[in-house]
């Protein structure tokens, strides 16, 4: 069973730029979330997608970050303008649903440096 | 006080070794406890989960939840060089693998 696939790997921009993550997730799993880990620290959740819907974006940075899952299977996170605080690891995982004991997924992760 | 409280190390010890890694926490809502095992520039792997209080073992690992005292351990027996990674605790209150609130990592070294 393939994972969940995120590109690109590492990103480097400057601060003020924008930038954009893509996340695929595991084959049939309706739960989409992303998350942001910076160096030293656990991962933070985003927002969680179910289907092409918002179910939590209650963390997410809303003036600089958006995120969208429109056809219930890709999302894409994007940040503008980028700050150097959000120089980080942004991790997306998958889950079957929201069922309690329905486990989810990471993938590798999409290494962000803001100078 | 941050909700998820984990000692960052690293944890240093020879192959063989029973490790033990722990973490405390405040919110009394949490039911469910997971560890996550993550190696360098990889994405976390979970390793374990249990819900509400008591003991799971999976092969070497084992994990304990003591609600009473919020505290959550892991204990890895036999330990291999291949157990070198950073260990992330994470909870959540009733929403599952939903929610879920991560420790800062242990990173555990396990030297041949």
């Known amino acids: 069973e393939a994972g969940v696939a995120q590109s690109p790997r590492y990103k480097i921009i400057e601060k003020r730029q924008s930038v954009a993550f893509w996340c695929n997730p595991i084959s049939g799993h309706a739960t989409l979330y992303w998350y942001q880990q910076i160096l030293g620290q656990g991962p933070k959740l985003l927002i969680q997608?179910?289907?092409?819907?918002?179910?939590?974006d209650s963390q997410l940075p809303k003036d600089r970050f958006s995120a969208e899952r429109l056809k219930g299977v890709d999302s894409t996170l994007k940040i503008q303008p980028a700050k150097l605080e959000d120089s980080a690891v942004y991790l997306c995982?998958?889950?079957?649903?929201?069922?309690?004991?329905?486990?989810?997924?990471f993938g590798q992760g999409t290494r962000l440096t803001v100078v | 006080q941050k909700e998820v409280e984990q000692d960052p190390g690293p944890l240093s010890v020879p192959e063989g070794a029973i490790v033990s890694l722990n973490c405390t926490y405040s919110n009394s809502a949490f039911q469910y406890f997971m560890w996550y095992r993550q190696y360098s520039r990889k994405g976390p792997e979970l390793l374990m989960y249990?819900?509400?209080?008591g003991n799971k073992e999976d092969g070497r690992f084992t994990a304990q939840v003591d609600k009473s005292s919020k505290y959550i351990s892991l204990f890895i027996r036999d330990s291999q060089p291949s157990d070198s990674a950073t260990y992330l605790c994470?909870?959540?209150?009733?929403?599952?693998?939903?929610?879920?609130?991560f420790g800062t990592g242990t990173r555990l070294l396990v030297s041949p």
């Open positions: 249990t819900y509400s209080s």
């Open positions: 995982a998958s889950s079957l649903g929201r069922q309690l004991n329905t486990k989810a997924f």
């Open positions: 997608f179910q289907n092409n819907g918002v179910v939590d």
């Open positions: 994470a909870m959540s209150d009733d929403t599952g693998f939903q929610k879920l609130v």
